[in-house]
């Protein structure tokens, strides 16, 4: 089986921050005193030719500034990089370009400009609408002002909106959970994702955990009750955490999780490019320090580490993104993005459907149950080194 090219995507990472949130093991980093927007802009630039031969010839079909706040660069920074990267590869008519948000940085007259400079989808950092969560969460803005920051956006034309809330919070009840999805429908966001919230290692909520996080029977309660409510307001699930009104999945993530190309620029970016002439997938990660990333953008010492992943890794990294899919995928998908022949998780994929955790419907396509969902760590670990 050939490896055939799928969609290009690309990742763009802004990573200062006003404050550092407890439970966030992002690259993102606190800004200190004025940042360096203009000359980040450069080697955001610098960083792309330097990944372009990887990339020759290719069309980009959808955009993610992601975070840290990308917010916090003034629109004729966001302009620039676009114009910058659609000089340098072709965009796709139409291409998704999102932008993620903080709404303690949303400013009067910006987003008109986000606008014009070409970012059509917002993403908004909400996590909840009770006050007393965003402060145990150390978030820099109230409810009242998330709410203003997303009718803001509406007010300048974005129609294409995503929040992100979090659940499983320190203190939260069930119904606590609940009132922060009935807030988030009211602002009729097209996407919603919905986060339990992780202790990450190397984060200051590890070292030392708040008080009542939920256990997982409660967490658990909550997923389901809200998994509910998501559905009868009219958003589909289609991820583990993402839901969307009817045609308004992100572009972006569903081309990762499709094990699609992306390439990643910035601090710590991450990229995935299949290698058409080598029959190659190369995973490709820059250097995480900002003040390092400034000097060295767009020379060797930028490259955090270079992956080659061999045939026998692909099922795996396959799997780790496909089980996500409500939809899971084709057997034709698989072999078309992984370059392998199906028989070669054919023992595997049989012992998944036999345990109750994928079926494969009569068009081909294999997809989680709502067993498998709940083990879905267990059934991407039988792909391991296929
Ligand atoms: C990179 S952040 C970008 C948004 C923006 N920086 C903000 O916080 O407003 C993406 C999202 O990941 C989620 N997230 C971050 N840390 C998490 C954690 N430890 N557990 C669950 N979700 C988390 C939050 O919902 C957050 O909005
Ligand atoms: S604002 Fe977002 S990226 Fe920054 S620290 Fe908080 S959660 Fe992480």
């Known amino acids: 089986m050939p490896l055939t090219t799928p969609p290009l995507s690309l990742y763009v990472h802004l990573p200062w921050c006003v404050r550092k949130c407890p439970y966030c093991d992002f690259n993102s980093h606190e800004g200190k005193g004025a940042l360096p927007f203009d000359t980040y802009v450069d080697a955001l630039l610098a960083d792309l030719d330097h990944d372009l031969p990887l990339a020759w010839g290719r069309t980009v079909h959808s955009v993610f500034f992601g ?27 139409g291409c998704e370009i999102t932008m993620e948000t903080n709404p303690g ?32 969460l150390g978030r820099i803005h109230d409810s ?7 009718k803001m956006a509406q007010d300048a034309g974005f129609d294409n909106v995503n929040l992100d809330l979090m659940y499983a919070l320190p203190q939260q009840t069930l119904a606590m959970a ?10 009729q966001p097209a996407h919603i994702s919905h986060y339990q919230l992780t202790l990450e290692p190397n984060t200051m909520f590890a070292a030392k955990p708040p008080a009542g996080i939920p256990d997982d029977d409660a967490s658990w309660d909550m997923q389901e009750h809200c998994q509910a409510l998501l559905a009868q307001a009219g958003y589909a699930q289609y991820e583990v955490s993402a839901y969307a009104r009817p ?34 997938v190369l995973r490709r990660w820059k250097i995480k320090h900002p003040t390092q990333y400034l000097v060295q953008a767009g020379h060797a010492g930028a490259i955090g580490g270079d992956d080659r992943i061999e045939p026998e890794r692909r099922p795996f990294e396959y799997m780790l993104n496909a ?4 939809d899971g995928f084709t057997l ?35 997809r989680p149950t709502d067993l498998g969902r709940r083990f879905t760590n267990d059934a991407v670990a039988l792909f391991l080194d296929s």
Do not use: M
């Open 332 to 366: 034709g998908e698989f072999e078309a993005r992984t370059g392998l022949d199906r028989g070669v998780i054919e023992p595997q994929l049989r012992q998944a459907i036999d345990t109750g955790w994928l079926v494969e419907d009569a068009a081909g396509r294999v």
């Open 323 to 326: 089980l996500r899919l409500v």
């Open 247 to 280: 045609g308004r999945q992100c572009a972006h993530n569903l081309n990762y999780w499709r094990y699609g190309d992306y390439l990643g620029i910035g601090a710590g970016a991450h990229g995935k490019l299949t290698l058409g002439a080598e029959q190659a």
């Open 67 to 93: 975070g840290g706040t990308p917010s916090l660069f003034p629109p004729e920074f966001i302009d620039r990089i676009l114009q910058g990267a659609s000089a340098r590869l072709r965009f796709a008519p």
């Open 105 to 136: 940085t949303a400013e009067h007259g910006r987003f008109e400009l986000y606008r014009s400079a070409g970012v059509n989808r917002l993403s908004f950092g909400i996590q909840s609408f009770d006050d007393g969560c965003l402060q145990r």
């Open 178 to 187: 609940e009132q922060d999805l009935e807030r988030a429908f009211a602002l």
């Open 144 to 150: 009242g002002e998330a709410e203003a920051a997303v």
